[in-house]
């Protein structure tokens, strides 16, 4: 069985949790907070050199860090990564679009704004330069889903559940998506997939 | 043939003009500088929704961006991507590290310190932090090579060219390299693969 070192409000650690959870694998959770300390340990060092969830132990003990890198190692071989090779090419594009330009502008707002305790007032000066980047990228989302109904090629995929984990919490980071048709109606179509679990979701 | 939308002086722009000479891939270069508005045209910004370069252009037409995924896409079927799923998981890990937890730093810091005019003084508050940031990625693959190789598995490999990129040019953000024997061996190795070319080579 896997093993996933997991904090249940990050959405990095939720996208392997329900790819998992569309796969049908079996895995247990074992929860690990990054603000408590928990992924700063020596004993949990030994396992992440880098420090951080998700963290993926697969069922031979071996370790996998990296989300995204969870994604692609999972999905293989399954139709949640596209079988044609242009199709999968973009995914890997995506992957890391939503890594480099999407979750450290998005993602670290709702950490700020919705997770860490006085936040709000700590981050406030950074603010605005988290919205500039998360709306630049909310925007090369929205011109993409103008010509195409999803990330990962022309089905649902990996790329798909990358860019959902953070896009759908991104008003916890005070992004107003109302001006984003396009990605409301594809939040909703990620939403309709057979075996979606929502963050909340424990196996 | 394929086209590189290009910048000679980036290491994002470097790692597909490695891994194309060394396999053997005919191309050409666009020269595109990110720092004149070049990537920001409307031409472009055809091209590339998100404005960046490196951008290949494959030989149907067809655009392909983020530097990682094209190595993704280039190295499929060649002996740079391993075979091994658990080393390809590995690779994907890797990949994900340098544009998270070590770009960010690295060819930030280096950025502005060696590329923008004036940059050394503009970017001074920002130092220490990425300072702080990419001691802590050289740490973690200094901890690596005390056991491996190579990032890319058993072989040399994709994530060897991305993490060489810009720890080779590390020095030009002001990274001392001195306590990291290493990685410096690493480097060593890496230069010393058939087919290297410089980060000033052309086609």
Redesign the interface.
């Known amino acids: 069985m896997y093993t996933l070192y997991s904090m249940q409000s990050s959405g990095n650690c939720y996208k392997p949790r329900l790819l998992m959870a569309q796969l049908g694998l079996e895995f247990r959770l074992a929860d690990t907070d990054s603000f408590d300390g928990s992924t700063r340990t020596d004993a949990f060092l030994q396992k992440n ?2 420090g951080k969830v998700p963290l993926l132990e ?1 069922p031979d003990g ?1 370790m ?6 969870m994604l ?2 999972l999905s ?1 071989g399954s139709h949640y990564l596209p079988a044609d ?2 199709e ?3 995914t ?2 995506w ?3 939503e ?3 999407h ?2 502008y998005i993602a670290v707002a709702r950490a700020w704004l919705h997770l860490v305790p006085g936040g709000r007032d700590k981050a406030a000066d950074r603010l605005a330069g988290w919205h500039e980047g998360g709306y630049k990228a909310l ?2 989302m929205e ?2 889903l103008g010509a195409a109904d999803w990330f990962s090629g022309s089905a649902y995929g990996v790329a798909d559940i990358a860019l959902y984990a953070y896009t759908h919490v991104a008003e916890d980071g005070d992004f107003d998506l109302s001006a984003y048709p396009g990605i409301r109606r594809w939040l909703d179509r990620v939403r309709g997939e057979p075996g979606h679990v929502s963050m909340d979701w424990r196996p």
Do not use: D, I, M
Request: proline share 6%; glycine share 4%.
């Open positions: 050199p880098n697969l071996r996998l860090a990296e989300s995204n890198a692609l190692h293989e090779s242009y999968r090419a973009l890997y594009q992957l890391f679009f890594q480099y330009s979750e450290p925007g090369v011109r993409h």
